[in-house]
C-alpha cells in the first residue's frame, strides 16, 4: 500500500527530503504523496523513511492504496528502470 499524509501534517518539509521515490510533494496546505511513486521505501530500506522523519506522525497508510510487498517490490523495480 502506499502512504499518505493527513490533517496533522505541519508542512516542515523533512518527509519529501528523505523520500528516494520523490513521491512526495508540496500541496496545500499539506504535502501529498503519490500513490504511483510511493514503495513505502522497498528496494531502499526496511521502513518507510518519511514515517520515521515525521515530527507530527502525520503519515500513514492509505486505505484507498493497497498493495502487497510483491506489488511494492515490482513497483521499485519499473521506477527504477525509468531513472
Known amino acids: 500500500m ?7 501534517c505541519i508542512a516542515c518539509d523533512a518527509c ?4 528516494p521515490n520523490e513521491a512526495i ?8 504523496i503519490d500513490p504511483d511513486r510511493c514503495t513505502e ?4 530500506y526496511d521502513e518507510p523513511a518519511c514515517i520515521s522523519v ?7 497508510a ?4 493497497m498493495e502487497s510487498i510483491d506489488e511494492l ?3 521499485f ?4 528502470q525509468k531513472d
Open 41 to 44: 521505501c522497498v528496494g531502499y
Open 54 to 60: 515525521c515530527p507530527v506522525d502525520a503519515i500513514v
Open 16 to 19: 519529501r527530503e528523505e523520500c
Open 73 to 75: 517490490k515490482y513497483k
Open 77 to 80: 523495480q519499473k521506477l527504477s
Open 2 to 8: 502506499s502512504l499518505m499524509i493527513n490533517d496533522e
Open 62 to 65: 492509505d486505505p484507498d492504496n
Open 25 to 32: 510533494d508540496e500541496g496545500d496546505p499539506i504535502y501529498i
